[in-house]
């Protein structure tokens, strides 16, 4: 198939592939010959896993990106020689199931319509989704039977689900273990909760995703009359320096009483504080525009400040009412100066009060001087308090007051203090006196539990927590995370930081598939927490499909002895009713197999998930046993949009290898980002990579190995190029740089094949397919990580024995580097490129092109200055004067323009070339460029005459011999 831009279709080629008939032979192959089955050996193990799906749905686009990458890692790793175990589990456990199979009771015709028209399941299967199980196991498998399709190279027998008995065994095992380390309490703390579930929500409860991440804010009391009007903010120590409050004038507000304290607050801010165990009463309402004008008490200074009207006030934020601080805060301080400005809009007595009121400066920060919002407003042009750049401004200014701010002398006791280090001992202060409380919001809300209702944060008691703030549990995370491998680097900190701010976390729930809590038969254990060690339990899942190992007779006697190496092997065999030579055999596996040496998951789960599987490691293992790598990777965007329902852009991977082949759609996942960006898939770039795999394999069916033949220079700089080619994308590969590997192995292959066709056609060579057949036997032993169905076929065409995923990755020999060839054929490149940039620019018709090539004196003058310039030395004089000094160089003097531009001619090399050239002897270019004729009279139909800078016999009507530099040769077109 050929893909034509101008149209946008297809038109059939005489080479036509049939994707699906391929896939099918390879999958049958690799599952006869079970060659991705992994037991111990005498082999070195790598460990890869990936984080196992949730089968509510089908997997789409999106979902194949994480797992694609990890199945590249695998095969790579076999493929260098290592005992690859690459397993894959189901999660059942959480509400999310439970969430769909109500929806379908409930006949919800969006949930339906979407199992009918885009997940395609049959209308029989449907019926029977009320009970949640039924949609696990249809997804489950439909999962399955995509990733077999995507040839992901996973080890079968290692299959369970999280429902499964002995895995909830094992997941008992692993909270009596927290509980006995005090890492499991019980206890009063915020989470994410959805008021109809009546249930803790996590990442996976949540529609979107989303993990349900919520700020602590304090609550200032300000007093008015018998009522307290409470203001939230992150910025207790900012009440040195409030002059007023803000009120929406629209908005109704309710009087309630809290604990038996009457206050103002929104409807939405009332609804919120039922949820932080608190008693709320409704008293009656208040019309924002009565509370205009009134004076309010500011707790600490007593001192009196008056309401002001402002429509930015969101009902929804905190408590629908906003205390200002216009010398810090760059909205209030714009919020005053609009008033002032739009007079016509507000009371007289409104405009008043608002000229009474001068900002108070409560903090040093170098830099600025009394009013920094004014300045910051000054310096972002900020015109009004819509101006898009006034959050922008506020960002710069609260980061550089937090980090470098000190308080005044109008701050009391704080004075002097840095707010980073005081913003907790005045919030600890406000609480102490009762002037201040404490309520939590969602970040980024709303946010919706998988069954629609909108989720809030709530105050626990009661509750099992996972203690995630225990410090020395912290400060192990961090250890383990600063120590171990995670690509890419620049996400370290992002762990760092989430080990910093997670607190506690429950860590079960009333509802949902899962396991009990062991002690406590009443709860259920939360989705993310069970699935933090799991990794571990794939050693055991071999045995337990086997029936080997059986739920009824386990106690935790049998984990501590296979994972923690603890107990007597007589006294367990006994107890579980397991052999000891089985015993034996499992132990040996795990520590064969164990740790994780890479794990692999989405960006979205480092909050969460990744970072509890590091938590949960330490707290449970031997040091030996924790994870070594993290690898993370962005999301996926259709055509530059987020993938959505809503939005129609989710393809089902099965439709999409139905439609375009694995090997593609593998490709085009891979090959449009790196790691941590969000890769674009759009289906032209799959239909572009698809023709080019078709011509590839076309490619392989045309040449075979013959033996004998004579090397010539275009052979020894393909064979080089291979070299360095392998050099690079190996050193990709080795950082999951997979987009970098695949434009070594797909793009820069080609280009340098195509030249190398050129010159062979140019000399009319018929002798060049046995320097091809090795070019493309290691291009596709590199390509079959990547597109491993079509580079088995690859394989099979070249002739060449075996499966090329069980071949070994090509290592890098660097006696078969032909430095001569590869700067001869760079130096005919380039003067190809060269004249045809003349061309194109000068746009005549070419009669006459001769080529001059530099004098003796330069190629010396050009050998010393790259060894100056290796060393660092790129001093023009000193060089000029080290040539001058040189006999064989002095005549430099003449041209010494010359050092300059052949110091940057040196320097836009890379480091690799500079080293190659200087350990290759002074090459002679004007014996090189006589092979540019047959060149020449291919592309431009003329010949070529080639001169020495000091031929005294030379045509040089317009003098041009005299700028020719090394590996610069000077070009006279007629």
């Keep these: 198939?050929?893909?034509?831009?101008?149209?946008?279709?297809?038109?059939?080629?005489?080479?036509?592939?049939?994707?699906?008939?391929?896939?099918?032979?390879?999958?049958?192959?690799?599952?006869?010959?079970?060659?991705?089955?992994?037991?111990?050996?005498?082999?070195?193990?790598?460990?890869?896993?990936?984080?196992?799906?949730?089968?509510?749905?089908?997997?789409?686009?999106?979902?194949?990106?994480?797992?694609?990458?990890?199945?590249?890692?695998?095969?790579?790793?076999?493929?260098?020689?290592?005992?690859?175990?690459?397993?894959?589990?189901?999660?059942?456990?959480?509400?999310?199931?439970?969430?769909?199979?109500?929806?379908?009771?409930?006949?919800?015709?969006?949930?339906?319509?979407?199992?009918?028209?885009?997940?395609?399941?049959?209308?029989?299967?449907i019926q029977e989704f009320s009970e949640p199980v039924k949609i696990a196991q249809y997804f489950h498998q439909e999962i399955k039977s995509g990733m077999i399709e995507m040839g992901y190279s996973i080890d079968w027998r290692r299959e369970f689900t999280t429902v499964d008995p002995v895995y909830n065994k094992f997941i008992e095992w692993q909270f009596r273990k927290l509980k006995s380390k005090n890492l499991v309490i019980q206890g009063s703390h915020p989470v994410g909760w959805c008021p109809k579930d009546h249930n803790p929500v996590s990442q996976h409860d949540t529609l979107g995703d989303v993990e349900p991440a919520f700020t602590e804010y304090v609550l200032i009391k300000f007093r008015y009359d018998k009522y307290i009007i409470p203001t939230a903010t992150l910025r207790p120590?900012?009440?040195?320096?409030?002059?007023?409050?803000?009120?929406?004038?629209?908005?109704?507000?309710?009087?309630?009483?809290?604990?038996?304290?009457?206050?103002?607050?929104?409807?939405?801010?009332?609804?919120?504080?039922?949820?932080?165990?608190?008693?709320?009463?409704?008293?009656?309402?208040?019309?924002?525009?009565?509370?205009?004008?009134?004076?309010?008490?500011?707790?600490?200074?007593?001192?009196?400040?008056?309401?002001?009207?402002?429509?930015?006030?969101?009902?929804?934020?905190?408590?629908?009412?906003?205390?200002?601080?216009?010398?810090?805060?760059?909205?209030?301080?714009?919020?005053?100066?609009?008033i002032k400005k739009n007079t016509r809009n507000f009371e007289e007595d409104v405009l008043n009060s608002v000229r009474a009121i001068n900002p108070i400066s409560i903090i040093q920060t170098e830099g600025y001087g009394e009013i920094p919002a004014k300045e910051i407003i000054e310096k972002f042009k900020i015109e009004d308090q819509n101006s898009p750049r006034l959050e922008e401004a506020t960002k710069e200014l609260y980061g550089k007051e937090f980090y470098e701010g000190i308080l005044k002398n109008n701050t009391n006791q704080f004075a002097g203090k840095k707010i980073a280090d005081v913003k907790e001992e005045v919030k600890k202060w406000l609480l102490k006196r009762k002037d201040a409380d404490t309520i939590f919001e969602l970040n980024d809300g709303p946010i919706r539990c998988r069954c629609g209702t909108e989720c809030v944060v709530k105050i626990l008691n009661d509750q099992w927590f996972l203690d995630y703030s225990n410090k020395n549990w912290k400060k192990d995370a961090h250890s383990c995370i600063n120590e171990m491998k995670i690509l890419p680097e620049d996400i370290r900190n992002e762990f760092n930081h989430v080990v910093d701010w997670l607190r506690e976390r429950a860590c079960a729930r009333q509802h949902g598939l899962g396991t009990k809590l062991p002690w406590d038969k009443n709860w259920i254990i939360e989705?993310?927490?069970?699935?933090?060690?799991?990794?571990?339990?794939?050693?055991?899942?071999?045995?337990?499909?086997?029936?080997?190992i059986t739920a009824e007779n386990l106690e935790d006697e049998f984990f501590d002895y296979i994972f923690l190496e603890e107990g007597n092997v007589k006294k367990v065999s006994a107890n579980c009713k397991i052999t000891e030579n089985l015993l034996e055999s499992i132990k040996n596996e795990f520590s064969y197999f164990y740790p994780v040496n890479s794990r692999h998951s989405g960006r979205d789960l480092v909050p969460n998930h990744l970072t509890f599987f590091v938590f949960n490691h330490i707290a449970i293992f031997p040091k030996k046993y924790w994870p070594e790598e993290i690898v993370v990777n962005g999301s996926v965007l259709m055509d530059g949009k987020k993938m959505s329902k809503s939005m129609g852009n989710i393809i089902p991977l099965r439709d999409a290898i139905r439609m375009y082949g694995a090997d593609p759609i593998r490709l085009a996942i891979l090959i449009s980002a790196e790691l941590l960006q969000d890769a674009d898939?759009?289906?032209?770039?799959?239909?572009?990579?698809?023709?080019?795999?078709?011509?590839?394999?076309?490619?392989?069916?045309?040449?075979?190995?013959?033996?004998?033949?004579?090397?010539?220079?275009?052979?020894?700089?393909?064979?080089?190029?291979?070299?360095?080619?392998?050099?690079?994308?190996?050193?990709?590969?080795?950082?999951?740089?997979?987009?970098?590997?695949?434009?070594?192995?797909?793009?820069?292959?080609?280009?340098?094949?195509?030249?190398?066709?050129?010159?062979?056609?140019?000399?009319?060579?018929?002798?060049?397919?046995?320097?091809?057949?090795?070019?493309?036997?290691?291009?596709?032993?590199?390509?079959?990580?990547?597109?491993?169905?079509?580079?088995?076929?690859?394989?099979?065409?070249?002739?060449?024995?075996?499966?090329?995923?069980?071949?070994?990755?090509?290592?890098?020999?660097?006696?078969?580097?032909?430095?001569?060839?590869?700067?001869?054929?760079?130096?005919?490149?380039?003067?190809?490129?060269?004249?045809?940039?003349?061309?194109?620019?000068?746009?005549?018709?070419?009669?006459?092109?001769?080529?001059?090539?530099?004098?003796?004196?330069?190629?010396?003058?050009?050998q010393k200055i790259l060894s100056n310039v290796i060393k660092g030395e790129m001093n023009i004089g000193v060089l000029i004067k080290s040539l001058i000094s040189d006999k064989e160089t002095e005549l430099v003097k003449k041209d010494p323009d010359f050092v300059k531009k052949t110091v940057n001619d040196i320097l836009s090399e890379p480091i690799e070339s500079r080293q190659a050239k200087a350990e290759t002897n002074i090459i002679d270019e004007k014996k090189i460029l006589l092979e540019l004729d047959s060149l020449v009279q291919k592309d431009f139909g003329v010949n070529v005459q080639v001169f020495s800078e000091s031929d005294p016999e030379k045509y040089d009507p317009k003098n041009k011999a005299r700028t020719a530099r090394p590996f610069k040769p000077a070009i006279l077109i007629e």
């Design 1 to 125: 198939m050929h893909f034509s831009p101008q149209n946008n279709q297809f038109w059939q080629s005489d080479f036509l592939i049939d994707w699906s008939s391929i896939e099918s032979k390879w999958h049958k192959i690799w599952q006869d010959e079970k060659y991705f089955d992994a037991d111990p050996s005498e082999k070195k193990k790598f460990f890869v896993t990936v984080a196992y799906p949730y089968p509510n749905s089908p997997q789409h686009i999106g979902h194949g990106r994480t797992y694609t990458l990890a199945d590249v890692h695998a095969r790579f790793m076999r493929m260098c020689g290592y005992n690859v175990l690459f397993p894959m589990g189901f999660h059942y456990t959480g509400t999310p199931i439970l969430g769909m199979a109500r929806r379908v009771q409930e006949n919800d015709k969006e949930l339906i319509e979407a199992f009918r028209t885009i997940y395609k399941v049959p209308e029989q299967n």
């Design 237 to 338: 120590e900012t009440i040195f320096g409030v002059t007023n409050l803000w009120v929406n004038p629209d908005v109704t507000y309710k009087i309630i009483d809290v604990d038996g304290e009457n206050w103002i607050v929104s409807a939405e801010c009332a609804r919120k504080l039922e949820f932080m165990d608190k008693k709320v009463i409704l008293i009656s309402e208040i019309k924002g525009s009565a509370l205009v004008g009134k004076k309010i008490k500011i707790p600490v200074r007593n001192e009196h400040v008056v309401i002001l009207p402002a429509s930015f006030v969101k009902s929804e934020n905190g408590t629908g009412l906003v205390m200002s601080v216009p010398a810090h805060a760059p909205f209030d301080y714009q919020a005053l100066e609009d």
């Design 527 to 548: 989705s993310l927490s069970d699935s933090v060690i799991y990794m571990a339990y794939y050693i055991l899942a071999k045995y337990v499909n086997k029936k080997q």
């Design 681 to 862: 898939f759009n289906l032209e770039a799959v239909k572009g990579i698809k023709n080019k795999l078709e011509n590839m394999l076309e490619d392989c069916s045309k040449y075979k190995l013959n033996i004998g033949s004579n090397l010539q220079q275009e052979d020894k700089w393909l064979l080089s190029r291979l070299q360095q080619l392998v050099f690079e994308t190996t050193s990709a590969m080795e950082k999951m740089r997979l987009r970098e590997a695949l434009h070594y192995i797909l793009y820069e292959f080609d280009s340098d094949i195509q030249w190398y066709l050129k010159r062979a056609n140019a000399k009319n060579r018929t002798d060049v397919s046995s320097t091809l057949y090795n070019a493309l036997s290691i291009r596709v032993t590199m390509l079959s990580p990547f597109a491993p169905h079509i580079a088995e076929e690859m394989w099979e065409k070249l002739g060449n024995e075996g499966l090329v995923s069980k071949s070994l990755w090509p290592l890098v020999h660097n006696e078969d580097i032909d430095s001569l060839s590869l700067q001869s054929e760079n130096l005919l490149k380039s003067t190809m490129d060269d004249i045809r940039n003349i061309l194109k620019v000068t746009k005549i018709t070419p009669k006459k092109i001769i080529i001059y090539t530099s004098d003796s004196w330069k190629n010396k003058a050009y």
